[in-house]
């Protein structure tokens, strides 16, 4: 099983940028689609972004398209979601995902998945 932990989150104004990060071991990372998700307080876990192992596709939802950009180094066995012009909305718990399949990543059926990096947008 693949092993994945997050980091980066924080507290940030509106309009402001964050980084998280999520590294992997346990696996070989380069034969894993990526993915995160996030879930805000009282709301079920929403996809945000996922990248196919080769880098070659990316995805995202609707409401963070143009203002965040989804990236891994296989190389250091890590996943990079660099958001910017944040938005109050976008206040929630940003958790990782993997899987060998693309598809099941953006589903979010994948067993893998990290502890959560908590990211809180103030107006």
């Known amino acids: 099983q693949i092993q994945l932990v997050e980091s980066g989150g924080g507290l940030v104004q509106a309009g402001g940028s964050l980084r998280l990060s999520c590294a992997a071991s346990g696996r070989t990372f380069s034969n894993y689609a990526m993915g995160w998700f996030r879930q805000a307080p009282g709301k079920g876990r929403e996809f945000v972004a996922a990248?196919?192992?080769?880098?070659?596709?990316?995805y995202y939802a609707d409401s963070v398209k143009g203002r965040f950009t989804i990236s891994r180094d296989n190389a250091k066995n890590t996943m990079y979601l660099q958001m910017n012009s944040l938005k109050p909305e976008d206040t929630a718990v940003y958790y990782c995902?993997?899987?060998?399949?693309?598809?099941?990543?953006?589903?979010?059926?994948?067993?893998?998945w990290g502890q959560g990096t908590q990211v809180t947008v103030s107006s």
């Open positions: 990248i196919s192992w080769s880098i070659s596709n990316t």
């Open positions: 995902t993997a899987h060998p399949s693309i598809l099941l990543v953006r589903v979010g059926t994948s067993n893998a």
